[in-house]
């Protein structure tokens, strides 16, 4: 069995680190340099960089925050939010990033993830999904932190954009996203079963039973916590140990 990667989520304003529910009402929570070290040294399999206002001013402000963590944290780095083009892309990579996110861009400009794979391989070109359920099985995708809609089918635009050479696919439930009720596993098995590439599932976890649900259930390929350990409600070792207890298979540290 493979196994599922456990990551934790930096949503980025500025130079801090953030937290909101449903993608508003956002928190300062502290500086991401000092979290990223503590989600590094609590076996964080991967860590994800949001700039989560980078695409209402049309600018990407992370290289700097990418390239102090590169020198302290050694597990993949997932950075988004504000790439419009490949010379942001190959900024972020020169800075530390090992993949690269889009979401609005994307959107916008769907050619943008064919020239992203073609120039640095598909394994870098992460598909950010942020969607809201409109309807019993339907989701839609939204842009610019979860602010704008997009009139796309979150499910439709998932397959539309695995064929352009998406390798990985980050879906976040806004609905979900800092309620601590649980990922939305309905969303996250819709696009799993539609596509070929790893699945990462973003958005609600609050306990363990919520992971192992999305997992088995959702056929997600890894999990992003954020709220639970940014606000010290558990760490990702207890997450793990609790996980690896109720037969979810994941990295032994």
């Given at each position: 069995?493979?196994?599922?990667?456990?990551?934790?989520?930096?949503?980025?304003?500025?130079?801090?680190?953030?937290?909101?529910?449903?993608?508003?009402?956002?928190?300062?929570?502290?500086?991401?340099?000092?979290?990223?070290?503590?989600?590094?040294?609590?076996?964080?399999?991967?860590?994800?960089?949001?700039?989560?206002?980078?695409?209402?001013?049309?600018?990407?402000?992370?290289?700097?925050?990418?390239?102090?963590?590169?020198?302290?944290?050694?597990?993949?780095?997932?950075?988004?939010?504000?790439?419009?083009?490949?010379?942001?892309?190959?900024?972020?990579?020169?800075?530390?990033?090992?993949?690269?996110?889009?979401?609005?861009g994307a959107v916008q400009r769907p050619e943008?993830?064919?020239?992203?794979?073609?120039?640095?391989?598909?394994?870098?070109?992460?598909?950010?999904?942020?969607?809201?359920?409109?309807?019993?099985?339907?989701?839609?995708?939204?842009?610019?932190?979860?602010?704008?809609?997009?009139?796309?089918?979150?499910?439709?635009?998932?397959?539309?954009?695995?064929?352009?050479?998406?390798?990985?696919?980050?879906?976040?439930?806004?609905?979900?996203?800092?309620?601590?009720?649980?990922?939305?596993?309905?969303?996250?098995?819709?696009?799993?079963?539609?596509?070929?590439?790893?699945?990462?599932?973003?958005?609600?976890?609050?306990?363990?039973?919520?992971?192992?649900?999305?997992?088995?259930?959702g056929g997600a390929d890894a999990v992003a916590?954020?709220?639970?350990?940014?606000?010290?409600?558990?760490?990702?070792?207890?997450?793990?140990?609790?996980?690896?207890?109720?037969?979810?298979?994941?990295?032994?540290?």
């Open positions: 069995m493979k196994n599922v990667r456990l990551m934790a989520r930096l949503d980025i304003k500025g130079p801090n680190l953030i937290k909101g529910v449903h993608l508003e009402g956002l928190r300062v929570i502290g500086d991401p340099q000092d979290y990223a070290r503590r989600y590094y040294e609590q076996g964080a399999d991967e860590l994800i960089y949001i700039d989560v206002v980078a695409s209402l001013y049309g600018r990407n402000k992370l290289t700097d925050i990418v390239s102090r963590a590169a020198r302290d944290v050694f597990v993949p780095m997932t950075v988004g939010g504000g790439i419009r083009n490949v010379e942001d892309v190959t900024d972020l990579l020169r800075n530390g990033a090992d993949k690269i996110a889009i979401n609005t943008l993830i064919s020239d992203v794979a073609r120039r640095f391989g598909s394994q870098c070109m992460v598909l950010s999904i942020e969607a809201k359920q409109t309807g019993p099985g339907r989701w839609e995708v939204y842009t610019d932190g979860g602010r704008e809609k997009s009139g796309l089918d979150a499910v439709e635009w998932a397959k539309r954009a695995a064929g352009l050479g998406v390798g990985e696919m980050l879906v976040t439930s806004i609905d979900r996203e800092g309620t601590r009720k649980g990922f939305d596993v309905a969303l996250t098995a819709a696009i799993s079963r539609a596509v070929d590439v790893p699945v990462i599932a973003s958005g609600g976890y609050g306990e363990i039973r919520h992971l192992v649900d999305v997992v088995n259930e916590i954020a709220d639970a350990v940014h606000y010290n409600r558990t760490t990702l070792t207890d997450i793990r140990s609790a996980a690896r207890a109720a037969g979810i298979s994941l990295r032994q540290l």
